[in-house]
């Protein structure tokens, strides 16, 4: 019987410990920031699946939403309000690409990078209006470079 204890035990300290590894990344809607104006910063972000992104309404105007033909397959939309925060947990793998929709021709874009950017090709496919194409080849050439640099 005590063997059965203590094996229960260990099971639930290292599920315990997992689920504590778990990391969560701010990242600010802002009307100007380091890269510019209507910017998220961090833009480019890269977690392990099951991290969490929240995103904190730092200037008014702003949302958050999922980007069509951004997602990894099986990977969740997800569609915030304006002015309000949005806490997101990533369980699959892959490159999400995310807008703010009021300031999306004006680049207000971003991208999660979770574990392996395994739909990276499918992802680079979208189309965007205005400034948001460049901010996504400039975020698309900035994860290249990190994976060059691990290499």
């Given at each position: ?17 997992g689920a ?13 920031g380091t ?103 400039n975020l ?12």
């Open positions: 019987m005590r063997k059965i204890i203590v094996l229960g035990a260990l099971v639930a300290a290292f599920g315990f410990a504590a590894s778990a990391a969560e990344v701010e990242v600010k809607m802002l009307n100007k890269e510019g104006v209507m910017v998220f910063e961090p833009a480019l972000v890269k977690i392990n699946p099951g991290d969490t992104v929240k995103f904190v309404a730092s200037d008014k105007g702003h949302n958050v939403e999922t980007v069509d033909g951004m997602l990894p397959e099986g990977g969740q939309k997800f569609v915030g309000k304006v002015n309000e925060e949005l806490a997101i947990t990533f369980d699959k793998p892959g490159v999400y690409g995310y807008k703010c929709k009021p300031h999306y021709g004006m680049g207000m874009v971003g991208m999660i990078v979770v574990g392996e950017p395994t739909n990276a090709d499918q992802a680079k496919a979208a189309t965007h209006p205005g400034k948001a194409k460049q901010a996504f080849t698309f050439d900035k994860l290249a470079a990190t994976q060059t640099a691990a290499k």
